[in-house]
C-alpha cells in the first residue's frame, strides 16, 4: 500500500507523452482588446475552469478565429471531464491552428485525454508532418499507437523522438515502454537504463527499469534500480511479488495489451464487468475482445474519496456517459448502489 508519507511515484520528471496541459498556452497574436482572454487564462493557470470556460465563450461570441479561445477552452474543458464539448472546441482550434504545429500537439494531447484515440492520432501526425522533430507530438503518438495495437509505429515514434533529443530522459522512457516485451526484454531495459544514466532522480523510470530487470531475472540489478527511498514501498513489493511469479504470469506496458491477455485468458463465459469506464476507452477495447456483453459502472462523478495523492473527484466526466454502443450498458451511480441494484435483477 501507499502511504501518505512516500514520495510521489513520478518524481520530479514526467513524460511529456502522457495528458493533456495542465496550463493554458498562447498560440496566435492578439486580435484586438482580450481583456477577458487574459482573465480566462488567470483562471485556468489557477486550475479554475469552471471560471475560465464562459470567458473563453465570450471571447469565442466576440472573435469566433481565436485560436487561442478555442483550444485553452477545450484545454479547461478536458480538465472538467466535459468531453463532448471539449472535443468539438479542439476539433475547432486545430482547424483554425492550421500550419502550427505546437497548436497541432495540444489539441492532439487534449482529444487522447478525453479517449478519442484515432482522431488525437490524425491531429498528432499533423503536428509531426509540419514539425518532423517536434518530440512532443512523437512521445504522444507513440503512446496513443501502443494503446491502438500499432507497436512498431510506437517504437518507431519514440526512436525518432530519441534523436531529436537524445539527452530527453522521457523520450528514452517512452522508447521502454514502446519496445517492452516482457519474453525478451533486453531493448526495453537498455532505453530505459539510458533514461536514468540521464535522469537518476526519475522515479518512474527507476520503477520500471527495475521491475524490468527484475522480469529479465536479474536480481541484483533490480534491487540496485530500486533502492534509494525514491519510490514507494508498495511498488518495490509489487516489483518483488511479479519476479516472484514471472514463471506464470505477463506484463505489458499498455492497458489495450493487458486488457486482451486478460480476456484471451479468461475462462468463464458470462457478461463482463468492468468498474471504473470514465471516457469509456477500455469499455470499448473490451466490448470488442470480450466476446460477450459489457456491464459497465460509474458514477461519472470521480474518486468519491481521495486516494493517495488523488484528490476526491478526479477523473470526474461531470456526469457525462459515454456514446452508447450496442454491446455494452451502463450503469450510472456509485458501486455500491448500482452493483447492487444490477445483482438483483
Ligand atoms: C481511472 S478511471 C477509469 C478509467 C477507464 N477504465 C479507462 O481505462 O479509460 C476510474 C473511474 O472509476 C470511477 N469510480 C471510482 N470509484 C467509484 C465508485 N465507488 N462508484 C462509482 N464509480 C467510481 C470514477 O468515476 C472514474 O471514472
Redesign the pocket.
Request: glycine share 14%; hydrophobic share 35%.
Given at each position: 500500500m501507499r502511504r501518505s508519507r512516500d514520495p510521489p511515484l513520478s518524481g520530479p520528471l514526467r513524460s511529456k507523452a502522457g495528458g493533456s496541459k495542465r496550463t493554458p498556452a498562447r498560440y496566435g497574436e492578439a486580435r484586438g482588446p482580450d481583456d477577458e482572454l487574459a482573465r480566462a487564462l488567470r483562471h485556468h493557470r489557477a486550475a479554475r475552469y469552471e471560471e475560465a470556460v464562459p470567458l473563453y465563450r465570450d471571447v469565442i461570441v466576440r472573435d469566433p478565429m481565436s485560436i487561442d479561445a478555442w483550444l485553452n477552452l477545450g484545454g479547461a474543458l478536458v480538465r472538467l471531464g466535459r468531453a463532448a464539448e471539449a472535443r468539438a472546441a479542439l476539433r475547432r482550434g486545430a482547424a483554425l491552428a492550421g500550419g502550427d504545429p505546437r497548436a497541432q500537439r495540444d489539441a492532439a494531447a487534449g482529444l487522447a485525454a478525453i479517449?478519442a484515440l484515432e482522431e488525437a492520432r490524425v491531429v498528432f501526425e499533423r503536428a509531426v508532418c509540419l514539425d518532423e522533430a517536434a518530440v512532443g507530438a512523437r512521445l504522444g503518438l507513440a503512446r496513443l499507437c501502443l494503446e491502438l495495437g500499432e507497436r512498431d509505429a510506437a517504437i518507431s515514434h519514440a526512436e525518432r523522438a530519441t534523436l531529436s533529443a537524445p539527452s530527453d530522459a522521457s523520450s528514452w522512457l517512452e522508447l521502454h515502454r514502446a519496445r517492452f516485451d516482457d519474453r525478451a526484454l533486453g531493448p526495453a531495459i537498455e532505453a530505459s537504463g539510458r533514461a536514468l544514466e540521464l535522469r537518476p532522480d526519475y522515479a518512474v523510470a527507476r520503477l520500471f527499469h527495475g521491475a524490468a530487470l527484475a522480469w529479465d531475472g536479474d536480481a541484483s540489478g533490480a534491487r540496485a534500480a530500486l533502492a534509494g527511498g525514491v519510490l514507494d514501498a508498495g511498488l518495490v513489493d509489487a516489483v518483488g511479488f511479479c519476479q516472484a511469479h514471472r514463471s506464470t504470469a505477463r506484463v505489458f506496458s499498455s492497458?489495450r495489451q493487458t486488457l486482451l491477455a486478460a480476456c484471451a485468458a479468461a475462462t468463464l463465459g458470462g457478461p463482463v464487468v468492468?468498474l471504473?469506464?470514465?471516457?469509456g476507452?477500455?469499455t470499448r477495447l473490451l466490448a470488442r475482445a470480450a466476446g460477450g456483453h459489457v456491464h459497465a459502472?460509474?458514477?461519472?462523478?470521480?474518486?468519491?474519496q481521495a486516494w493517495h495523492d488523488k484528490a476526491r473527484g478526479v477523473?470526474?466526466?461531470a456526469g457525462e456517459v459515454p456514446e452508447e454502443q450496442p454491446n455494452v450498458t451502463f450503469h450510472k451511480g456509485?458501486?455500491?448502489d448500482t452493483l447492487r441494484r444490477s445483482w438483483r435483477r
Open positions: 479517449g492497458t468492468e471504473g469506464v470514465r471516457h476507452v477500455s459502472f460509474d458514477s461519472f462523478e470521480g474518486l468519491p477523473f470526474s466526466t456509485l458501486f455500491e
